[in-house]
């Protein structure tokens, strides 16, 4: 069944790589790649608020992304790579509660396409967590966007709760297939699972994205929301790797 909240999300996603003003991006530097951190100002995915001070990378290499309330409003989180990576396995190991968010928060660890690789609604391979407004809907979405336009994205969503805050989450993108799965702990292998998905559609090309994007993360308010228990967000990207295949 198509996740309503991707009918929202046509359009939204893509103005997130829209940033304001002029100045130079602020950058960072984090796993090893160099990170743009985007502008302060307003728009989607939401509309939202977003704070480049959300951001920072600790003494311990490990990047933190906030989600605040300043000046009367919500201030959002989004980095995205330099460099634009290809098939490979992406692994993120996190540090935080992503099966306890807030209704109305959203954690997105995925790739999106620049503008000469395809339009919004294209290409996008996504890890997400978030009710969609719904506190009694499952929190882990794994979504793949097609490589040609017309089609329909196809998505996977499952429940789980964690029993601390570590986690691993990696899809592995090849021409023919992408395969998500979801780990307890930090590992780089595949014990602890609790979630996995094989998306292996008959026509791989149209399908599966075949080029290189940036890689973003990003915690922001689904509709612009204002989280439902007032509480400010805090979750850490202990380290993001890279595989080529």
Avoid at 60 to 87: D, F, I, K, P, S
Avoid at 150 to 176: C, V, Y
């Amino acid at each position: 069944m198509m996740n309503p909240k991707k009918l929202f999300l046509t359009g939204a996603i893509g103005s997130l790589m829209l940033a304001s003003g002029a100045a130079a991006a602020k950058t960072i530097q984090f796993s090893g790649y160099t990170w743009e951190v985007r502008a302060a100002g307003s728009g989607g995915p939401g509309p939202n608020q977003w704070d480049p001070n959300n951001v920072r990378v600790d003494d311990n290499g490990w990047l933190h992304l906030r989600l605040t309330h300043t000046n009367g409003q919500w201030q959002c989180a989004e980095v995205y790579t330099q460099e634009r990576l290809g098939l490979g396995c992406y692994q993120f190991r996190l540090a935080g509660r992503v099966d306890q968010l807030d209704k109305n928060v959203v954690f997105g660890l995925f790739n999106y396409p620049t503008d000469d690789v395809g339009p919004d609604g294209t290409h996008e391979i996504d890890i997400e967590f978030s009710k969609w407004g719904n506190p009694a809907a499952a929190s882990g979405n794994y979504t793949v966007w097609p490589a040609k336009t017309n089609l329909r994205q196809r998505s996977e969503t499952f429940a789980f709760t964690l029993d601390g805050e570590a986690s691993t989450h990696r899809f592995t993108w090849s021409a023919t297939n992408i395969f998500f799965q979801s780990r307890r702990g930090h590992v780089d292998d595949n014990r602890t699972p609790f979630a996995s998905w094989l998306y292996q559609p008959a026509k791989p090309s149209a399908h599966i994205a075949q080029k290189p994007m940036p890689v973003h993360l990003n915690l922001w308010c689904f509709q612009g929301h204002a989280p439902s228990d007032g509480q400010p967000v805090e979750l850490v990207i202990r380290d993001f790797k890279f595989t080529p295949l």
